[in-house]
Protein backbone atom coordinates (compact mmCIF):
# COMPACT_ATOMS: atom_id res chain seq x y z
CA UNK A 1 0.00 0.00 0.00
CA UNK A 2 3.00 2.64 0.61
CA UNK A 3 4.57 1.73 -2.61
CA UNK A 4 1.31 2.42 -4.23
CA UNK A 5 1.02 5.69 -2.42
CA UNK A 6 4.16 6.55 -3.03
CA UNK A 7 4.35 5.51 -6.70
CA UNK A 8 0.95 7.83 -7.41
CA UNK A 9 2.37 10.93 -5.63
CA UNK A 10 5.77 10.76 -7.96
CA UNK A 11 3.88 10.25 -10.88
CA UNK A 12 1.52 13.36 -9.81
CA UNK A 13 4.10 15.87 -8.96
CA UNK A 14 6.64 14.54 -12.19
CA UNK A 15 3.42 15.29 -14.04
CA UNK A 16 2.37 18.69 -12.62
CA UNK A 17 5.87 19.41 -12.83
CA UNK A 18 6.36 19.01 -16.28
CA UNK A 19 3.24 20.93 -17.11
CA UNK A 20 4.93 24.03 -14.85
CA UNK A 21 7.45 24.17 -17.51
CA UNK A 22 5.05 23.43 -20.87
CA UNK A 23 2.54 25.62 -19.96
CA UNK A 24 3.06 29.14 -22.07
CA UNK A 25 -0.20 30.50 -21.00
CA UNK A 26 0.59 30.95 -16.74
CA UNK A 27 -2.34 29.21 -15.90
CA UNK A 28 -1.07 26.34 -14.04
CA UNK A 29 1.94 28.39 -12.20
CA UNK A 30 -1.14 29.82 -10.08
CA UNK A 31 -2.50 26.44 -8.95
CA UNK A 32 0.78 24.88 -8.76
CA UNK A 33 3.74 26.84 -8.55
CA UNK A 34 4.43 26.00 -5.16
CA UNK A 35 5.69 22.84 -6.44
CA UNK A 36 8.47 24.14 -8.03
CA UNK A 37 9.13 25.91 -4.48
CA UNK A 38 9.53 23.21 -2.53
CA UNK A 39 12.54 22.05 -4.81
CA UNK A 40 15.80 21.42 -2.84
CA UNK A 41 18.22 23.22 -4.68
CA UNK A 42 16.16 26.17 -5.25
CA UNK A 43 14.83 26.83 -1.97
CA UNK A 44 18.18 26.73 -0.91
CA UNK A 45 19.86 29.30 -3.51
CA UNK A 46 16.06 30.98 -2.80
CA UNK A 47 17.22 31.27 0.95
CA UNK A 48 13.80 29.47 1.79
CA UNK A 49 14.49 28.44 4.90
CA UNK A 50 10.98 27.27 6.11
CA UNK A 51 11.04 24.83 2.42
CA UNK A 52 14.81 23.75 3.62
CA UNK A 53 14.00 23.10 7.18
CA UNK A 54 10.94 21.41 6.20
CA UNK A 55 12.54 19.00 3.43
CA UNK A 56 15.33 17.95 6.06
CA UNK A 57 12.88 16.88 8.84
CA UNK A 58 11.47 14.90 6.21
CA UNK A 59 14.72 13.31 5.25
CA UNK A 60 15.59 12.99 8.62
CA UNK A 61 12.67 10.95 9.31
CA UNK A 62 11.59 9.25 6.44
CA UNK A 63 15.02 9.13 4.47
CA UNK A 64 15.21 10.24 1.03
CA UNK A 65 11.42 10.17 0.16
CA UNK A 66 11.96 13.74 -1.65
CA UNK A 67 14.27 12.18 -4.51
CA UNK A 68 12.01 9.43 -4.92
CA UNK A 69 8.65 11.79 -5.27
CA UNK A 70 8.67 15.21 -5.04
CA UNK A 71 12.11 15.83 -7.10
CA UNK A 72 11.08 16.13 -11.27
CA UNK A 73 14.32 14.21 -12.20
CA UNK A 74 14.39 11.36 -9.93
CA UNK A 75 10.69 10.12 -10.75
CA UNK A 76 11.89 10.56 -14.06
CA UNK A 77 14.49 8.28 -14.03
CA UNK A 78 12.71 5.74 -12.43
CA UNK A 79 9.85 5.51 -15.18
CA UNK A 80 12.93 5.17 -17.97
CA UNK A 81 14.11 2.90 -15.35
CA UNK A 82 10.62 0.86 -15.21
CA UNK A 83 10.68 0.96 -19.04
CA UNK A 84 13.90 -0.61 -19.69
CA UNK A 85 13.53 -3.10 -17.36
CA UNK A 86 10.10 -4.09 -18.79
CA UNK A 87 12.45 -4.24 -22.12
CA UNK A 88 15.32 -6.81 -20.27
CA UNK A 89 15.67 -9.97 -18.24
CA UNK A 90 18.87 -8.56 -16.33
CA UNK A 91 17.95 -7.60 -12.74
CA UNK A 92 19.71 -5.01 -10.39
CA UNK A 93 22.81 -6.02 -8.40
CA UNK A 94 24.31 -4.57 -5.21
CA UNK A 95 27.29 -2.11 -5.92
CA UNK A 96 29.46 -0.14 -3.66
CA UNK A 97 28.99 3.16 -3.40
CA UNK A 98 31.04 5.58 -5.50
CA UNK A 99 32.13 7.97 -2.57
CA UNK A 100 35.10 9.58 -4.12
CA UNK A 101 33.00 10.61 -7.68
CA UNK A 102 29.91 11.84 -5.79
CA UNK A 103 31.74 13.96 -2.92
CA UNK A 104 33.99 15.07 -5.63
CA UNK A 105 30.74 16.12 -8.16
CA UNK A 106 29.42 17.64 -4.57
CA UNK A 107 32.81 20.05 -4.65
CA UNK A 108 32.83 20.78 -8.06
CA UNK A 109 28.73 21.63 -7.89
CA UNK A 110 29.66 24.35 -4.58
CA UNK A 111 33.25 25.86 -6.12
CA UNK A 112 30.82 26.40 -9.40
CA UNK A 113 27.96 27.74 -7.45
CA UNK A 114 30.57 30.07 -4.96
CA UNK A 115 32.63 31.40 -8.16
CA UNK A 116 29.51 32.59 -10.11
CA UNK A 117 30.18 29.76 -12.66
CA UNK A 118 26.46 29.07 -13.11
CA UNK A 119 25.95 27.13 -16.75
CA UNK A 120 28.44 24.56 -15.41
CA UNK A 121 26.55 24.24 -11.20
CA UNK A 122 23.11 24.21 -13.41
CA UNK A 123 24.55 20.84 -14.99
CA UNK A 124 24.42 19.28 -12.12
CA UNK A 125 21.58 20.30 -10.24
CA UNK A 126 18.37 18.18 -10.53
CA UNK A 127 15.75 20.84 -11.24
CA UNK A 128 17.18 23.12 -13.72
CA UNK A 129 18.16 19.72 -15.65
CA UNK A 130 14.59 18.54 -15.88
CA UNK A 131 13.38 22.13 -16.79
CA UNK A 132 16.07 21.97 -19.63
CA UNK A 133 15.11 18.64 -20.83
CA UNK A 134 11.56 19.71 -20.55
CA UNK A 135 11.77 23.52 -22.02
CA UNK A 136 13.86 21.98 -24.79
CA UNK A 137 13.10 18.71 -25.64
CA UNK A 138 9.46 18.50 -24.36
CA UNK A 139 7.91 22.10 -24.99
CA UNK A 140 8.37 21.97 -29.07
CA UNK A 141 6.35 18.58 -29.15
CA UNK A 142 3.70 20.45 -26.41
CA UNK A 143 3.32 23.58 -28.90
CA UNK A 144 2.89 21.60 -32.10
CA UNK A 145 0.09 20.00 -30.45
CA UNK A 146 -1.36 23.22 -28.96
CA UNK A 147 -1.19 24.57 -33.16
CA UNK A 148 -2.87 21.51 -34.36
CA UNK A 149 -6.00 21.72 -31.83
CA UNK A 150 -5.72 25.05 -32.53
CA UNK A 151 -6.24 24.54 -36.52
CA UNK A 152 -9.02 21.74 -35.97
CA UNK A 153 -10.65 23.98 -34.06
CA UNK A 154 -10.68 27.12 -35.95
CA UNK A 155 -11.68 24.81 -39.25
CA UNK A 156 -14.83 23.85 -36.91
CA UNK A 157 -15.46 27.74 -36.16
CA UNK A 158 -13.93 27.46 -32.24
CA UNK A 159 -11.13 30.00 -31.16
CA UNK A 160 -10.52 27.81 -27.83
CA UNK A 161 -7.09 27.42 -28.52
CA UNK A 162 -4.66 29.74 -30.46
CA UNK A 163 -1.02 29.36 -32.42
CA UNK A 164 2.18 29.97 -30.70
CA UNK A 165 5.42 29.92 -32.39
CA UNK A 166 7.82 26.94 -32.26
CA UNK A 167 11.79 27.99 -32.45
CA UNK A 168 15.13 26.72 -30.80
CA UNK A 169 15.75 28.83 -28.18
CA UNK A 170 19.54 28.45 -27.85
CA UNK A 171 20.96 25.89 -29.62
CA UNK A 172 24.01 25.04 -27.51
CA UNK A 173 21.31 24.84 -24.46
CA UNK A 174 18.99 22.09 -26.68
CA UNK A 175 22.66 20.46 -26.84
CA UNK A 176 23.16 20.20 -23.42
CA UNK A 177 19.64 18.93 -23.03
CA UNK A 178 19.57 16.43 -25.71
CA UNK A 179 22.78 15.23 -24.03
CA UNK A 180 21.38 15.14 -20.56
CA UNK A 181 18.42 13.31 -21.54
CA UNK A 182 19.99 10.29 -23.48
CA UNK A 183 22.71 10.00 -20.86
CA UNK A 184 19.81 9.63 -17.84
CA UNK A 185 17.41 7.73 -20.06
CA UNK A 186 20.33 5.19 -20.65
CA UNK A 187 21.78 5.43 -17.30
CA UNK A 188 17.96 4.48 -15.90
CA UNK A 189 17.68 1.37 -18.29
CA UNK A 190 20.98 0.09 -17.27
CA UNK A 191 21.63 0.65 -13.94
CA UNK A 192 18.26 2.32 -12.38
CA UNK A 193 19.55 5.40 -10.03
CA UNK A 194 22.81 6.12 -11.24
CA UNK A 195 22.47 9.89 -11.52
CA UNK A 196 21.28 10.60 -8.24
CA UNK A 197 23.73 8.48 -6.39
CA UNK A 198 26.80 9.85 -8.14
CA UNK A 199 26.14 12.79 -9.87
CA UNK A 200 23.32 14.98 -7.95
CA UNK A 201 24.35 17.66 -5.23
CA UNK A 202 21.01 17.26 -4.09
CA UNK A 203 21.25 13.33 -3.59
CA UNK A 204 24.62 13.61 -1.75
CA UNK A 205 23.56 15.55 0.63
CA UNK A 206 20.53 14.00 1.57
CA UNK A 207 21.59 10.95 1.01
CA UNK A 208 24.16 12.25 4.22
CA UNK A 209 21.23 13.01 6.49
CA UNK A 210 19.57 9.59 5.29
CA UNK A 211 22.35 7.81 7.14
CA UNK A 212 20.52 9.20 10.60
CA UNK A 213 17.14 8.49 9.16
CA UNK A 214 14.40 8.00 12.24
CA UNK A 215 12.56 5.22 9.78
CA UNK A 216 14.53 3.11 7.81
CA UNK A 217 13.68 -0.62 5.71
CA UNK A 218 15.62 -2.80 7.48
CA UNK A 219 16.28 -6.85 6.53
CA UNK A 220 15.29 -9.17 9.50
CA UNK A 221 18.18 -11.76 9.50
CA UNK A 222 16.15 -14.43 10.88
CA UNK A 223 13.46 -14.25 8.32
CA UNK A 224 15.93 -14.12 5.11
CA UNK A 225 16.89 -16.66 3.49
CA UNK A 226 19.19 -15.01 1.39
CA UNK A 227 17.24 -14.96 -2.37
CA UNK A 228 18.48 -11.99 -3.39
CA UNK A 229 14.76 -10.83 -4.43
CA UNK A 230 15.24 -6.96 -2.42
CA UNK A 231 18.95 -6.56 -4.60
CA UNK A 232 17.47 -7.73 -7.47
CA UNK A 233 14.98 -4.51 -7.52
CA UNK A 234 16.61 -1.99 -6.09
CA UNK A 235 17.02 0.62 -8.78
CA UNK A 236 19.40 2.21 -6.11
CA UNK A 237 21.85 -0.99 -6.12
CA UNK A 238 22.14 -0.03 -2.22
CA UNK A 239 20.99 -3.39 -0.83
CA UNK A 240 23.97 -6.29 0.21
CA UNK A 241 21.53 -8.98 0.51
CA UNK A 242 24.63 -11.50 1.53
CA UNK A 243 25.50 -9.24 4.28
CA UNK A 244 21.88 -8.11 5.17
CA UNK A 245 22.93 -4.62 4.97
CA UNK A 246 21.86 -1.79 3.42
CA UNK A 247 23.67 1.79 2.02
CA UNK A 248 21.11 4.08 3.77
CA UNK A 249 22.75 7.20 1.88
CA UNK A 250 22.08 5.99 -1.63
CA UNK A 251 18.24 4.13 -1.15
CA UNK A 252 15.76 6.68 -2.17
CA UNK A 253 12.92 4.81 -0.27
CA UNK A 254 11.04 3.36 -3.68
CA UNK A 255 9.71 0.42 -1.77
CA UNK A 256 10.01 -2.17 -4.50
CA UNK A 257 12.47 -3.98 -2.48
CA UNK A 258 9.43 -4.95 0.08
CA UNK A 259 7.15 -5.23 -2.94
CA UNK A 260 8.85 -8.45 -3.99
CA UNK A 261 10.58 -9.74 -0.56
CA UNK A 262 8.51 -13.20 -0.28
CA UNK A 263 10.08 -13.62 3.51
Request: hydrophobic share 50%; aromatic share 12%.
Given at each position: MLRKIRLTCGIIC????????LD????????????????????VLALNVGVV???????????????SVICPLGVFQDVAAWIGKKRKKLPYSYSPALSLLRYGALAIFIITLVA???????????????GRIANNLFQPIWLWG???FAHLAERAGSYAFYEVD??????????????TFVILILLAWRNGRTYCNTICPVGTVLGFLSRYSLFCI????????KCGLCARHCKAACINAKEHTIDYSRCVVCMDCLGKCKQ
Amino acid sequence: MLRKIRLTCGIICLTLITLLFLDFTGTLHGWFGWLAKIQFLPAVLALNVGVVVLLIILTGVFGRIYCSVICPLGVFQDVAAWIGKKRKKLPYSYSPALSLLRYGALAIFIITLVAGVSFIATLFAPYSAYGRIANNLFQPIWLWGNNLFAHLAERAGSYAFYEVDIWIKSLPTFIVAAATFVILILLAWRNGRTYCNTICPVGTVLGFLSRYSLFCITIDTEKCNKCGLCARHCKAACINAKEHTIDYSRCVVCMDCLGKCKQ
